[in-house]
């Protein structure tokens, strides 16, 4: 019930491409769901986040989509560049903690 | 920009040895964390701190394991006996009121 499932683990995209990544919770005590990118070497850096009664948020390229009877949200990347190439968290808050998703690797081919 | 720091980058220690991990917050945060992750896998929570107390703690954290703010700007986490399965990257984290967290560069922790 704590957990954070994301998908796909690895993606490529070609440059100017859509990058999607899918996460689902099932704990509905969730309230806060943040995206982090991690950059090798680094510590993950907060991307991007929604609360559960927003269903989109879009900031330049970067949008999350969430569906709240789903339990499901996403993160589109509109027009991916090499330098987008890093390791994507997706999270879930709880009780003052974040409880995060596997990650996924996205590549973006030059 | 202000930023969580973390020293040492990289840490090498002995099966059974201690080791110290610091960090300075951001410095009008009230609200600090670790996390670690194991090569390859997700972060994952340790510990929550507020007001010089453990606000939550993950089963992980377990007796070998404490955090300490020793003055205004350090905050410290202590493995008393190392095992070879804390090796991981280890994550500062720390926030003021609302709900973002900033995380701090990682200590790289190998034990051997």
């Known amino acids: 019930q704590q957990q954070v499932k994301q998908s796909p683990q690895s993606l490529i995209v070609q440059k100017g491409g859509i990058s999607i990544i899918n996460c689902a919770y099932e704990n509905t005590a969730f309230d806060y769901f943040p995206w982090y990118q991690q950059f090798p070497g680094k510590g993950p850096a907060l991307l991007i986040a929604i609360r559960p009664d927003v269903s989109e948020k879009k900031e330049g390229r970067f949008t999350i989509s969430f569906n709240k009877s789903a339990?499901?949200?996403?993160?589109?990347?509109m027009d991916s560049q090499p330098g987008d190439s890093a390791t994507y968290f997706c999270a879930a808050n709880r009780d003052d903690k974040i409880i995060?998703?596997?990650g996924t690797r996205l590549h973006i081919l030059p | 920009e202000p930023e969580v720091t973390q020293t040492p980058s990289h840490q090498v220690t002995q099966m059974g040895q201690e080791v110290i991990l610091r960090c300075v917050?951001?410095?009008n945060h009230l609200y600090f964390y670790w996390y670690r992750q194991i090569l390859g896998q997700k972060v994952e929570f340790l510990v929550s701190f507020y007001n010089n107390e453990i606000s939550e703690k993950s089963e992980i954290f377990d007796d070998q394991f404490s955090v300490e703010r020793p003055d205004g700007s350090n905050f410290t986490l202590k493995i008393r006996s190392t095992k070879?399965?804390?090796?991981?990257?280890y994550f500062c984290a720390s926030r003021f009121e609302g709900e973002t967290q900033y995380f701090g560069p990682g200590t790289r922790l190998l034990v051997l």
């Open chain 2, 25 to 27: 917050p951001i410095s």
């Open chain 1, 71 to 77: 339990k499901q949200f996403s993160l589109h990347i």
């Open chain 2, 84 to 89: 070879l399965e804390d090796s991981a990257m």
């Open chain 1, 100 to 102: 995060f998703g596997k």
